[in-house]
């Protein structure tokens, strides 16, 4: 049944069952799904861990940029300034409470809180992409599923098929909704080479985990968010 979630502008924390799963592909088409029918929408990656550097010849400058925040920037209609985008940019692609004690940085979850506000100020929903899994943590008290708390959103899990994927997704779940938060759906991403009785894997969280599929994403050739956008019955 097509799904009637982006029916109107839809706000939501974006989070998965591991890190390198594809969170941000489909981030990226759930901010593309709402931009296509006019809607004006931003992405958030409140942290980010690990930074490439680009050379521009010499008349432009150089700059350090992060992947997740290019591409969730690329899907969004709206420009919107990279310190409100992502307030936390470490370099070293490591746990962000290390990499922010590396940098002597404090991760404040109301400077994070602060820029969410200000960015739904300019647009009519956020899709916020989270770290790694769900409960990573950002300082010595505070963890990412804290995060999902305070920005009061619902919540999508994007659940990496692969072996070990039903007690992931069902976990996940479980933590979701013991905070009170909603989970509003869920997305089966084989971001690897397709697993053994995927189909079958698929029908087990289906049976379970009392939240919508809103699509399953093969593993793509061309990894896009226009091939994506193509598996989301909405
Ligand atoms: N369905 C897919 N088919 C093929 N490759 C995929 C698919 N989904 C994701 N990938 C690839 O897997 C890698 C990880 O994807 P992505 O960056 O979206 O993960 P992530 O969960 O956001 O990672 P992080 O935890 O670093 O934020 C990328 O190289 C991406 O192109
Ligand atoms: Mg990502």
């Not at 008349?59 to 690329?74: H, P, T, Y």
């Not at 992931?168 to 938060?181: D, K, M, P, Q, Y």
Request: one cysteine or more.
């Amino acid at each position: 049944m097509p799904s009637t979630l982006f029916d109107s502008p839809f706000s939501c924390f974006v989070t998965g069952t591991d890190t390198e799963i594809g969170k941000t592909l489909i981030a990226s088409t759930i901010i593309h799904l709402q931009t296509n029918k006019g809607y004006r929408v931003a992405g958030m990656k409140p942290v980010a861990a690990g930074t490439l550097f680009r050379e521009h010849p010499p008349e432009q400058r150089s700059q350090w940029f992060n992947e997740d925040v290019e591409s969730l920037a690329g899907a969004s209609n709206l420009v919107v300034a990279q310190e409100l985008m992502c307030p936390y940019l470490f370099k070293l692609p490591v746990a962000p409470h290390i990499a922010a004690r590396l940098e002597n940085v404090q991760i404040n979850p109301s400077t994070i809180l602060k820029a969410f506000e200000q960015i739904k100020q300019l647009s009519q929903a956020v899709v916020v992409e989270g770290v790694g899994g769900f409960r990573v943590p950002l300082t010595q008290s505070f963890d990412t599923a804290d995060l999902a708390v305070k920005l009061k959103l619902p919540v999508i899990l994007v659940v990496a098929m692969r072996l070990g994927c039903i007690n992931h997704a069902l976990l996940t779940a479980e933590a979701i909704r013991s905070r009170g938060l909603e989970l509003v759906g869920w997305v089966a991403n084989s971001a690897e080479e397709p697993m053994n009785k995927l189909e079958e894997n698929i029908e087990a969280i289906d049976a379970r985990i009392k939240a919508p599929r809103l699509a399953h994403v093969p593993f793509l050739i061309d990894v896009s968010v226009q091939t994506a956008l193509r598996y989301f019955d909405i």
